[in-house]
């Protein structure tokens, strides 16, 4: 059966993947209206099914079911929260879409139904998009709005003047009836990023947005809804996330007859977009999965379909990297820098990054953000003497740049005090002393490109971190005094559209995301961005949150961990270093401290378990992620595991922060093996039959005492 499906006679379709369905029908009105979208049915079974009833029959005030649209537009009598609302040239803002036809696009490996629409009166053609992919259970959706009068000089006032929408999401999800709903989603801060929280949703409308331009580490621009029943293991979880990286809005929205509708797309409320005639705006992609498999299915098929369709270079080992902020933070010089690199290879490190400070006059923050020339007195012949003498070690040169900002004090913004955001009569808020450039300007963009291409092609630069530190105040600047919110726009398609354009200059180029630790991580950062900045905070008990967050979503292979020296520098905690490791090892590891501090004993140490990582790490980087113990309890342990994709081998990692009242720890019951084989303990040589590890579990043997943890790594016999 092909992934897309038509039934003419009831205008109903069926988009399949391997997992799920999802069927919609555009009904007598030529509104598309949801039927289902859960575990798998035939075209057949979905033709089959009733329209949901619609409860303005019965009162004049309950008026159209909010909940089950597919794009509930502002106009009629709808009045739930709507994915479309706009405002004609005239004044009129109610929309009368009428069915325009349709294209499926059958592709190897998947296909795209578009549904058009066009307004019953003005010069509107609204476009949704449908995509699905044969080998993941995620559907992409999009919408389209063009302005279709061809009167470009047509002034407001006339009805062929220019659209504002007010909002246009991206799509617009229902669910199934459930008797309750429970939302899983991230709350954050700077240096706590990610933070699961999972609640019984309120009746109403329940908001996750960021209005800071970026996609922000307050709240995460994913969704998961599942009925309350749901575990790791088992259940229905319905889930959604958005590829944007600016401001966003997500709506979710439980009506007193407790139906369950979700709206998302870019944006925050209040920020408009005008269609001139002729012109056409696309919405970024949200996707939505559907699985059968529980919390754990649900963030295995996430992974799964990241590497499959956003990751830039999913089949890549990441290296284990060494950066030196936390070593140095501004005081960067020469020598320091190669005293690190020549310690860091002594490990195995294999990519050394040097991070802030190595520019202009940046001895602090306060100065010298913009002005991307080598600080003479650090670096009195540039940086090829470092590029050089890291790359003599045998490992890869990293470099961090901040390219969005500039601080006040710098010679570019003395050149272009009119490059940043600003409005006039209006302060420029300062934030960490630095202003956000206005990359929604072309030639700020160009400038931007030009430095970036010329640093990375005169230098042998094989990697950027590239950082985001503040967001935006004072947004005004666009490019179109007569549309003011399209800088919003703008501003992150051409961030994309840099980060593009350096990645085809140079193919062997790899791009770190971060923005203050975890500030900017999203579908579309994944897309183009090799791996992420998990969080500032590198303390290795707040870590193990922090990753458990980011990885409900994101595929461990993106999420970056350091081990750090202690006592830590955003906890004031010191962790043995084992455990720091292995905090770390369960990410893509990378180093941070004053290694020509560290003991020789240490440095010994952290050879030997760099050593091991490169033993394991095909599993953290490439494997199905299962949570055996989420740390949400201090005193209880911590487990993930990584198995192969044909169950062959897997990793086990578990930590006990803290040993209460000498209890023994219960053996840890493993999932994802064959249980039929056989899998040796490589460190132990025990041989373990699967069923007995699925059913009976493994005994971590973890040391004595607090900070204890463990990592096996199991081997198909
Ligand atoms: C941000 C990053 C850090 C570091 C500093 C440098 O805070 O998250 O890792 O690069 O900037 O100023």
């Given at each position: 059966m092909p992934a897309i499906s038509f039934a003419p006679a009831s205008r109903t379709w069926l988009l399949r993947t391997p997992g799920s369905a999802y069927a919609l029908r555009v009904d007598g009105d030529d509104v598309p209206r949801h039927l289902h979208w859960g575990e798998p049915l035939t075209l057949d079974q979905a033709d089959s099914l009733p329209l949901p009833a619609d409860l303005?029959?019965?009162?004049?005030?309950?008026?159209?079911?909010?909940?089950?649209?597919?794009?509930?537009?502002?106009?009629?009598?709808?009045?739930?929260?709507?994915?479309?609302?706009?405002?004609?040239?005239?004044?009129?803002?109610a929309l009368e879409p009428v069915a325009d036809g349709h294209s499926l696009t059958e592709q190897p490996t998947g296909a795209t139904l578009l549904l058009h629409f066009r307004d019953r009166h003005y010069p509107l053609r609204i476009t949704l998009g449908y995509q699905v992919h044969d080998d993941s259970d995620v559907i992409e959706r999009w919408t389209e709005l063009t302005h279709t009068g061809t009167d470009s000089e047509a002034g407001d006032g006339t009805e062929q003047g220019p659209i504002t929408v007010l909002r246009a999401d991206s799509a617009a999800w229902s669910l199934p009836p459930r008797d309750d709903y429970r939302l899983s989603h991230t709350t954050g801060a700077w240096a706590a990023e990610t933070q699961l929280r999972r609640s019984q949703l309120s009746y109403g409308e329940t908001v996750l947005t960021s209005r800071r331009g970026v996609t922000g580490h307050h709240a995460q621009p994913w969704a998961m809804v599942d009925a309350g029943d749901a575990d790791e293991q088992h259940g229905q979880v319905w889930s959604t996330a958005l590829a944007w990286s600016g401001s966003w809005r997500i709506t979710l929205q439980r009506t007193a007859d407790n139906a369950l509708g979700l709206s998302a797309g870019a944006g925050h409320e209040g920020l408009t977009v005008r269609l001139a005639p002729g012109a056409t705006h696309s919405t970024p992609r949200l996707a939505g999965l559907y699985s059968g498999g529980g919390f754990g299915g649900t963030s295995r098929s996430w992974h799964a379909h990241i590497r499959a369709h956003l990751l830039p270079h999913p089949d890549e080992t990441r290296p284990v990297l060494y950066n030196s902020w936390e070593a140095t933070a501004f005081a960067v010089t020469l020598e320091?820098?190669?005293?690190?690199?020549?310690?860091?290879?002594?490990?195995?490190?294999?990519?050394?990054?040097?991070?802030?400070?190595?520019?202009?006059?940046?001895?602090?923050?306060?100065?010298?953000?913009?002005?991307?020339?080598?600080?003479?007195?650090?670096?009195?012949?540039?940086?090829?003497?470092?590029?050089?003498?890291?790359?003599?070690?045998?490992?890869?040169?990293?470099?961090?740049?901040?390219?969005?900002?500039?601080?006040?004090?710098?010679?570019?913004?003395?050149?272009?005090?009119?490059?940043?955001?600003?409005?006039?009569?209006?302060?420029?808020?300062?934030?960490?002393?630095?202003?956000?450039?206005?990359?929604?300007?072309?030639?700020?963009?160009?400038?931007?490109?030009?430095?970036?291409?010329?640093?990375?092609?005169?230098?042998?630069?094989?990697?950027?971190?590239?950082?985001?530190?503040?967001?935006?105040?004072?947004?005004?600047?666009?490019?179109?005094?007569?549309?003011?919110?399209?800088?919003?726009?703008?501003?992150?398609?051409?961030?994309?559209?840099?980060?593009?354009?350096?990645?085809?200059?140079?193919?062997?180029?790899?791009?770190?995301?971060?923005?203050?630790?975890?500030?900017?991580?999203?579908?579309?950062?994944?897309?183009?961005?090799?791996?992420?900045?998990t969080s500032d905070n590198t303390d290795a008990s707040d870590r193990l949150v922090i990753q458990d967050g980011y990885a409900q979503v994101y595929p461990v292979r993106t999420m970056a961990a350091w081990v750090t020296d202690v006592p830590n520098q955003q906890t004031g905690r010191s962790i043995p270093l084992r455990f720091r490791f292995h905090s770390a090892m369960s990410g893509v590891l990378g180093l941070g401290g004053e290694l020509d501090r560290w003991t020789g004993a240490e440095?010994?140490?952290?050879?030997?378990?760099?050593?091991?990582?490169?033993?394991?790490?095909?599993?953290?980087?490439?494997?199905?992620?299962?949570?055996?113990?989420?740390?949400?309890?201090?005193?209880?342990?911590?487990?993930?595991?990584?198995?192969?994709?044909?169950?062959?081998?897997?990793?086990?990692?578990?930590?006990?922060?803290?040993?209460?009242?000498?209890?023994?720890?219960?053996?840890?019951?493993?999932?994802?093996?064959?249980?039929?084989?056989?899998?040796?303990?490589?460190?132990?040589?025990?041989?373990h039959h699967g069923a007995v590890l699925l059913e009976h579990g493994l005994d971590l043997e973890l040391p004595p005492g607090d900070w204890a943890s463990a990592v096996v790594h199991l081997v198909r016999v």
């Open positions: 303005s029959g019965f009162n004049g005030f309950e008026g159209h079911t909010p909940v089950g649209e597919e794009l509930p537009v502002d106009g009629g009598s709808r009045f739930g929260a709507p994915s479309l609302q706009l405002r004609f040239a005239d004044g009129v803002r320091g820098q190669q005293q690190l690199a020549a310690h860091a290879a002594a490990l195995g490190v294999e990519l050394f990054v040097m991070d802030d400070g190595w520019f202009g006059a940046r001895r602090n923050d306060r100065a010298g953000l913009g002005d991307w020339t080598p600080y003479a007195g650090a670096f009195p012949d540039g940086l090829q003497p470092l590029v050089d003498s890291v790359h003599g070690l045998g490992m890869r040169f990293g470099l961090w740049v901040e390219p969005e900002m500039v601080n006040p004090d710098s010679d570019l913004y003395r050149a272009h005090p009119d490059w940043v955001l600003h409005q006039p009569n209006r302060r420029r808020t300062e934030l960490r002393h630095q202003l956000v450039l206005n990359l929604a300007r072309p030639e700020v963009a160009e400038w931007m490109y030009d430095w970036l291409t010329r640093l990375v092609g005169d230098h042998g630069i094989d990697y950027l971190k590239w950082d985001m530190n503040r967001p935006f105040t004072e947004a005004g600047g666009s490019a179109d005094p007569d549309d003011p919110d399209l800088l919003w726009t703008d501003y992150v398609r051409h961030y994309y559209q840099v980060v593009d354009r350096l990645r085809a200059d140079h193919p062997a180029l790899r791009i770190e995301a971060c923005s203050s630790g975890g500030g900017r991580v999203d579908l579309g950062v994944l897309a183009r961005h090799d791996q992420v900045w440095l010994k140490e952290a050879a030997e378990l760099i050593a091991e990582y490169r033993t394991i790490r095909h599993l953290v980087q490439h494997g199905a992620l299962y949570r055996l113990r989420p740390p949400r309890s201090q005193n209880e342990l911590t487990a993930v595991q990584y198995t192969a994709a044909d169950a062959a081998e897997a990793v086990v990692f578990g930590w006990l922060e803290q040993r209460r009242f000498g209890r023994p720890q219960p053996p840890l019951r493993l999932a994802g093996l064959d249980r039929d084989a056989r899998y040796r303990d490589r460190r132990s040589g025990a041989v």
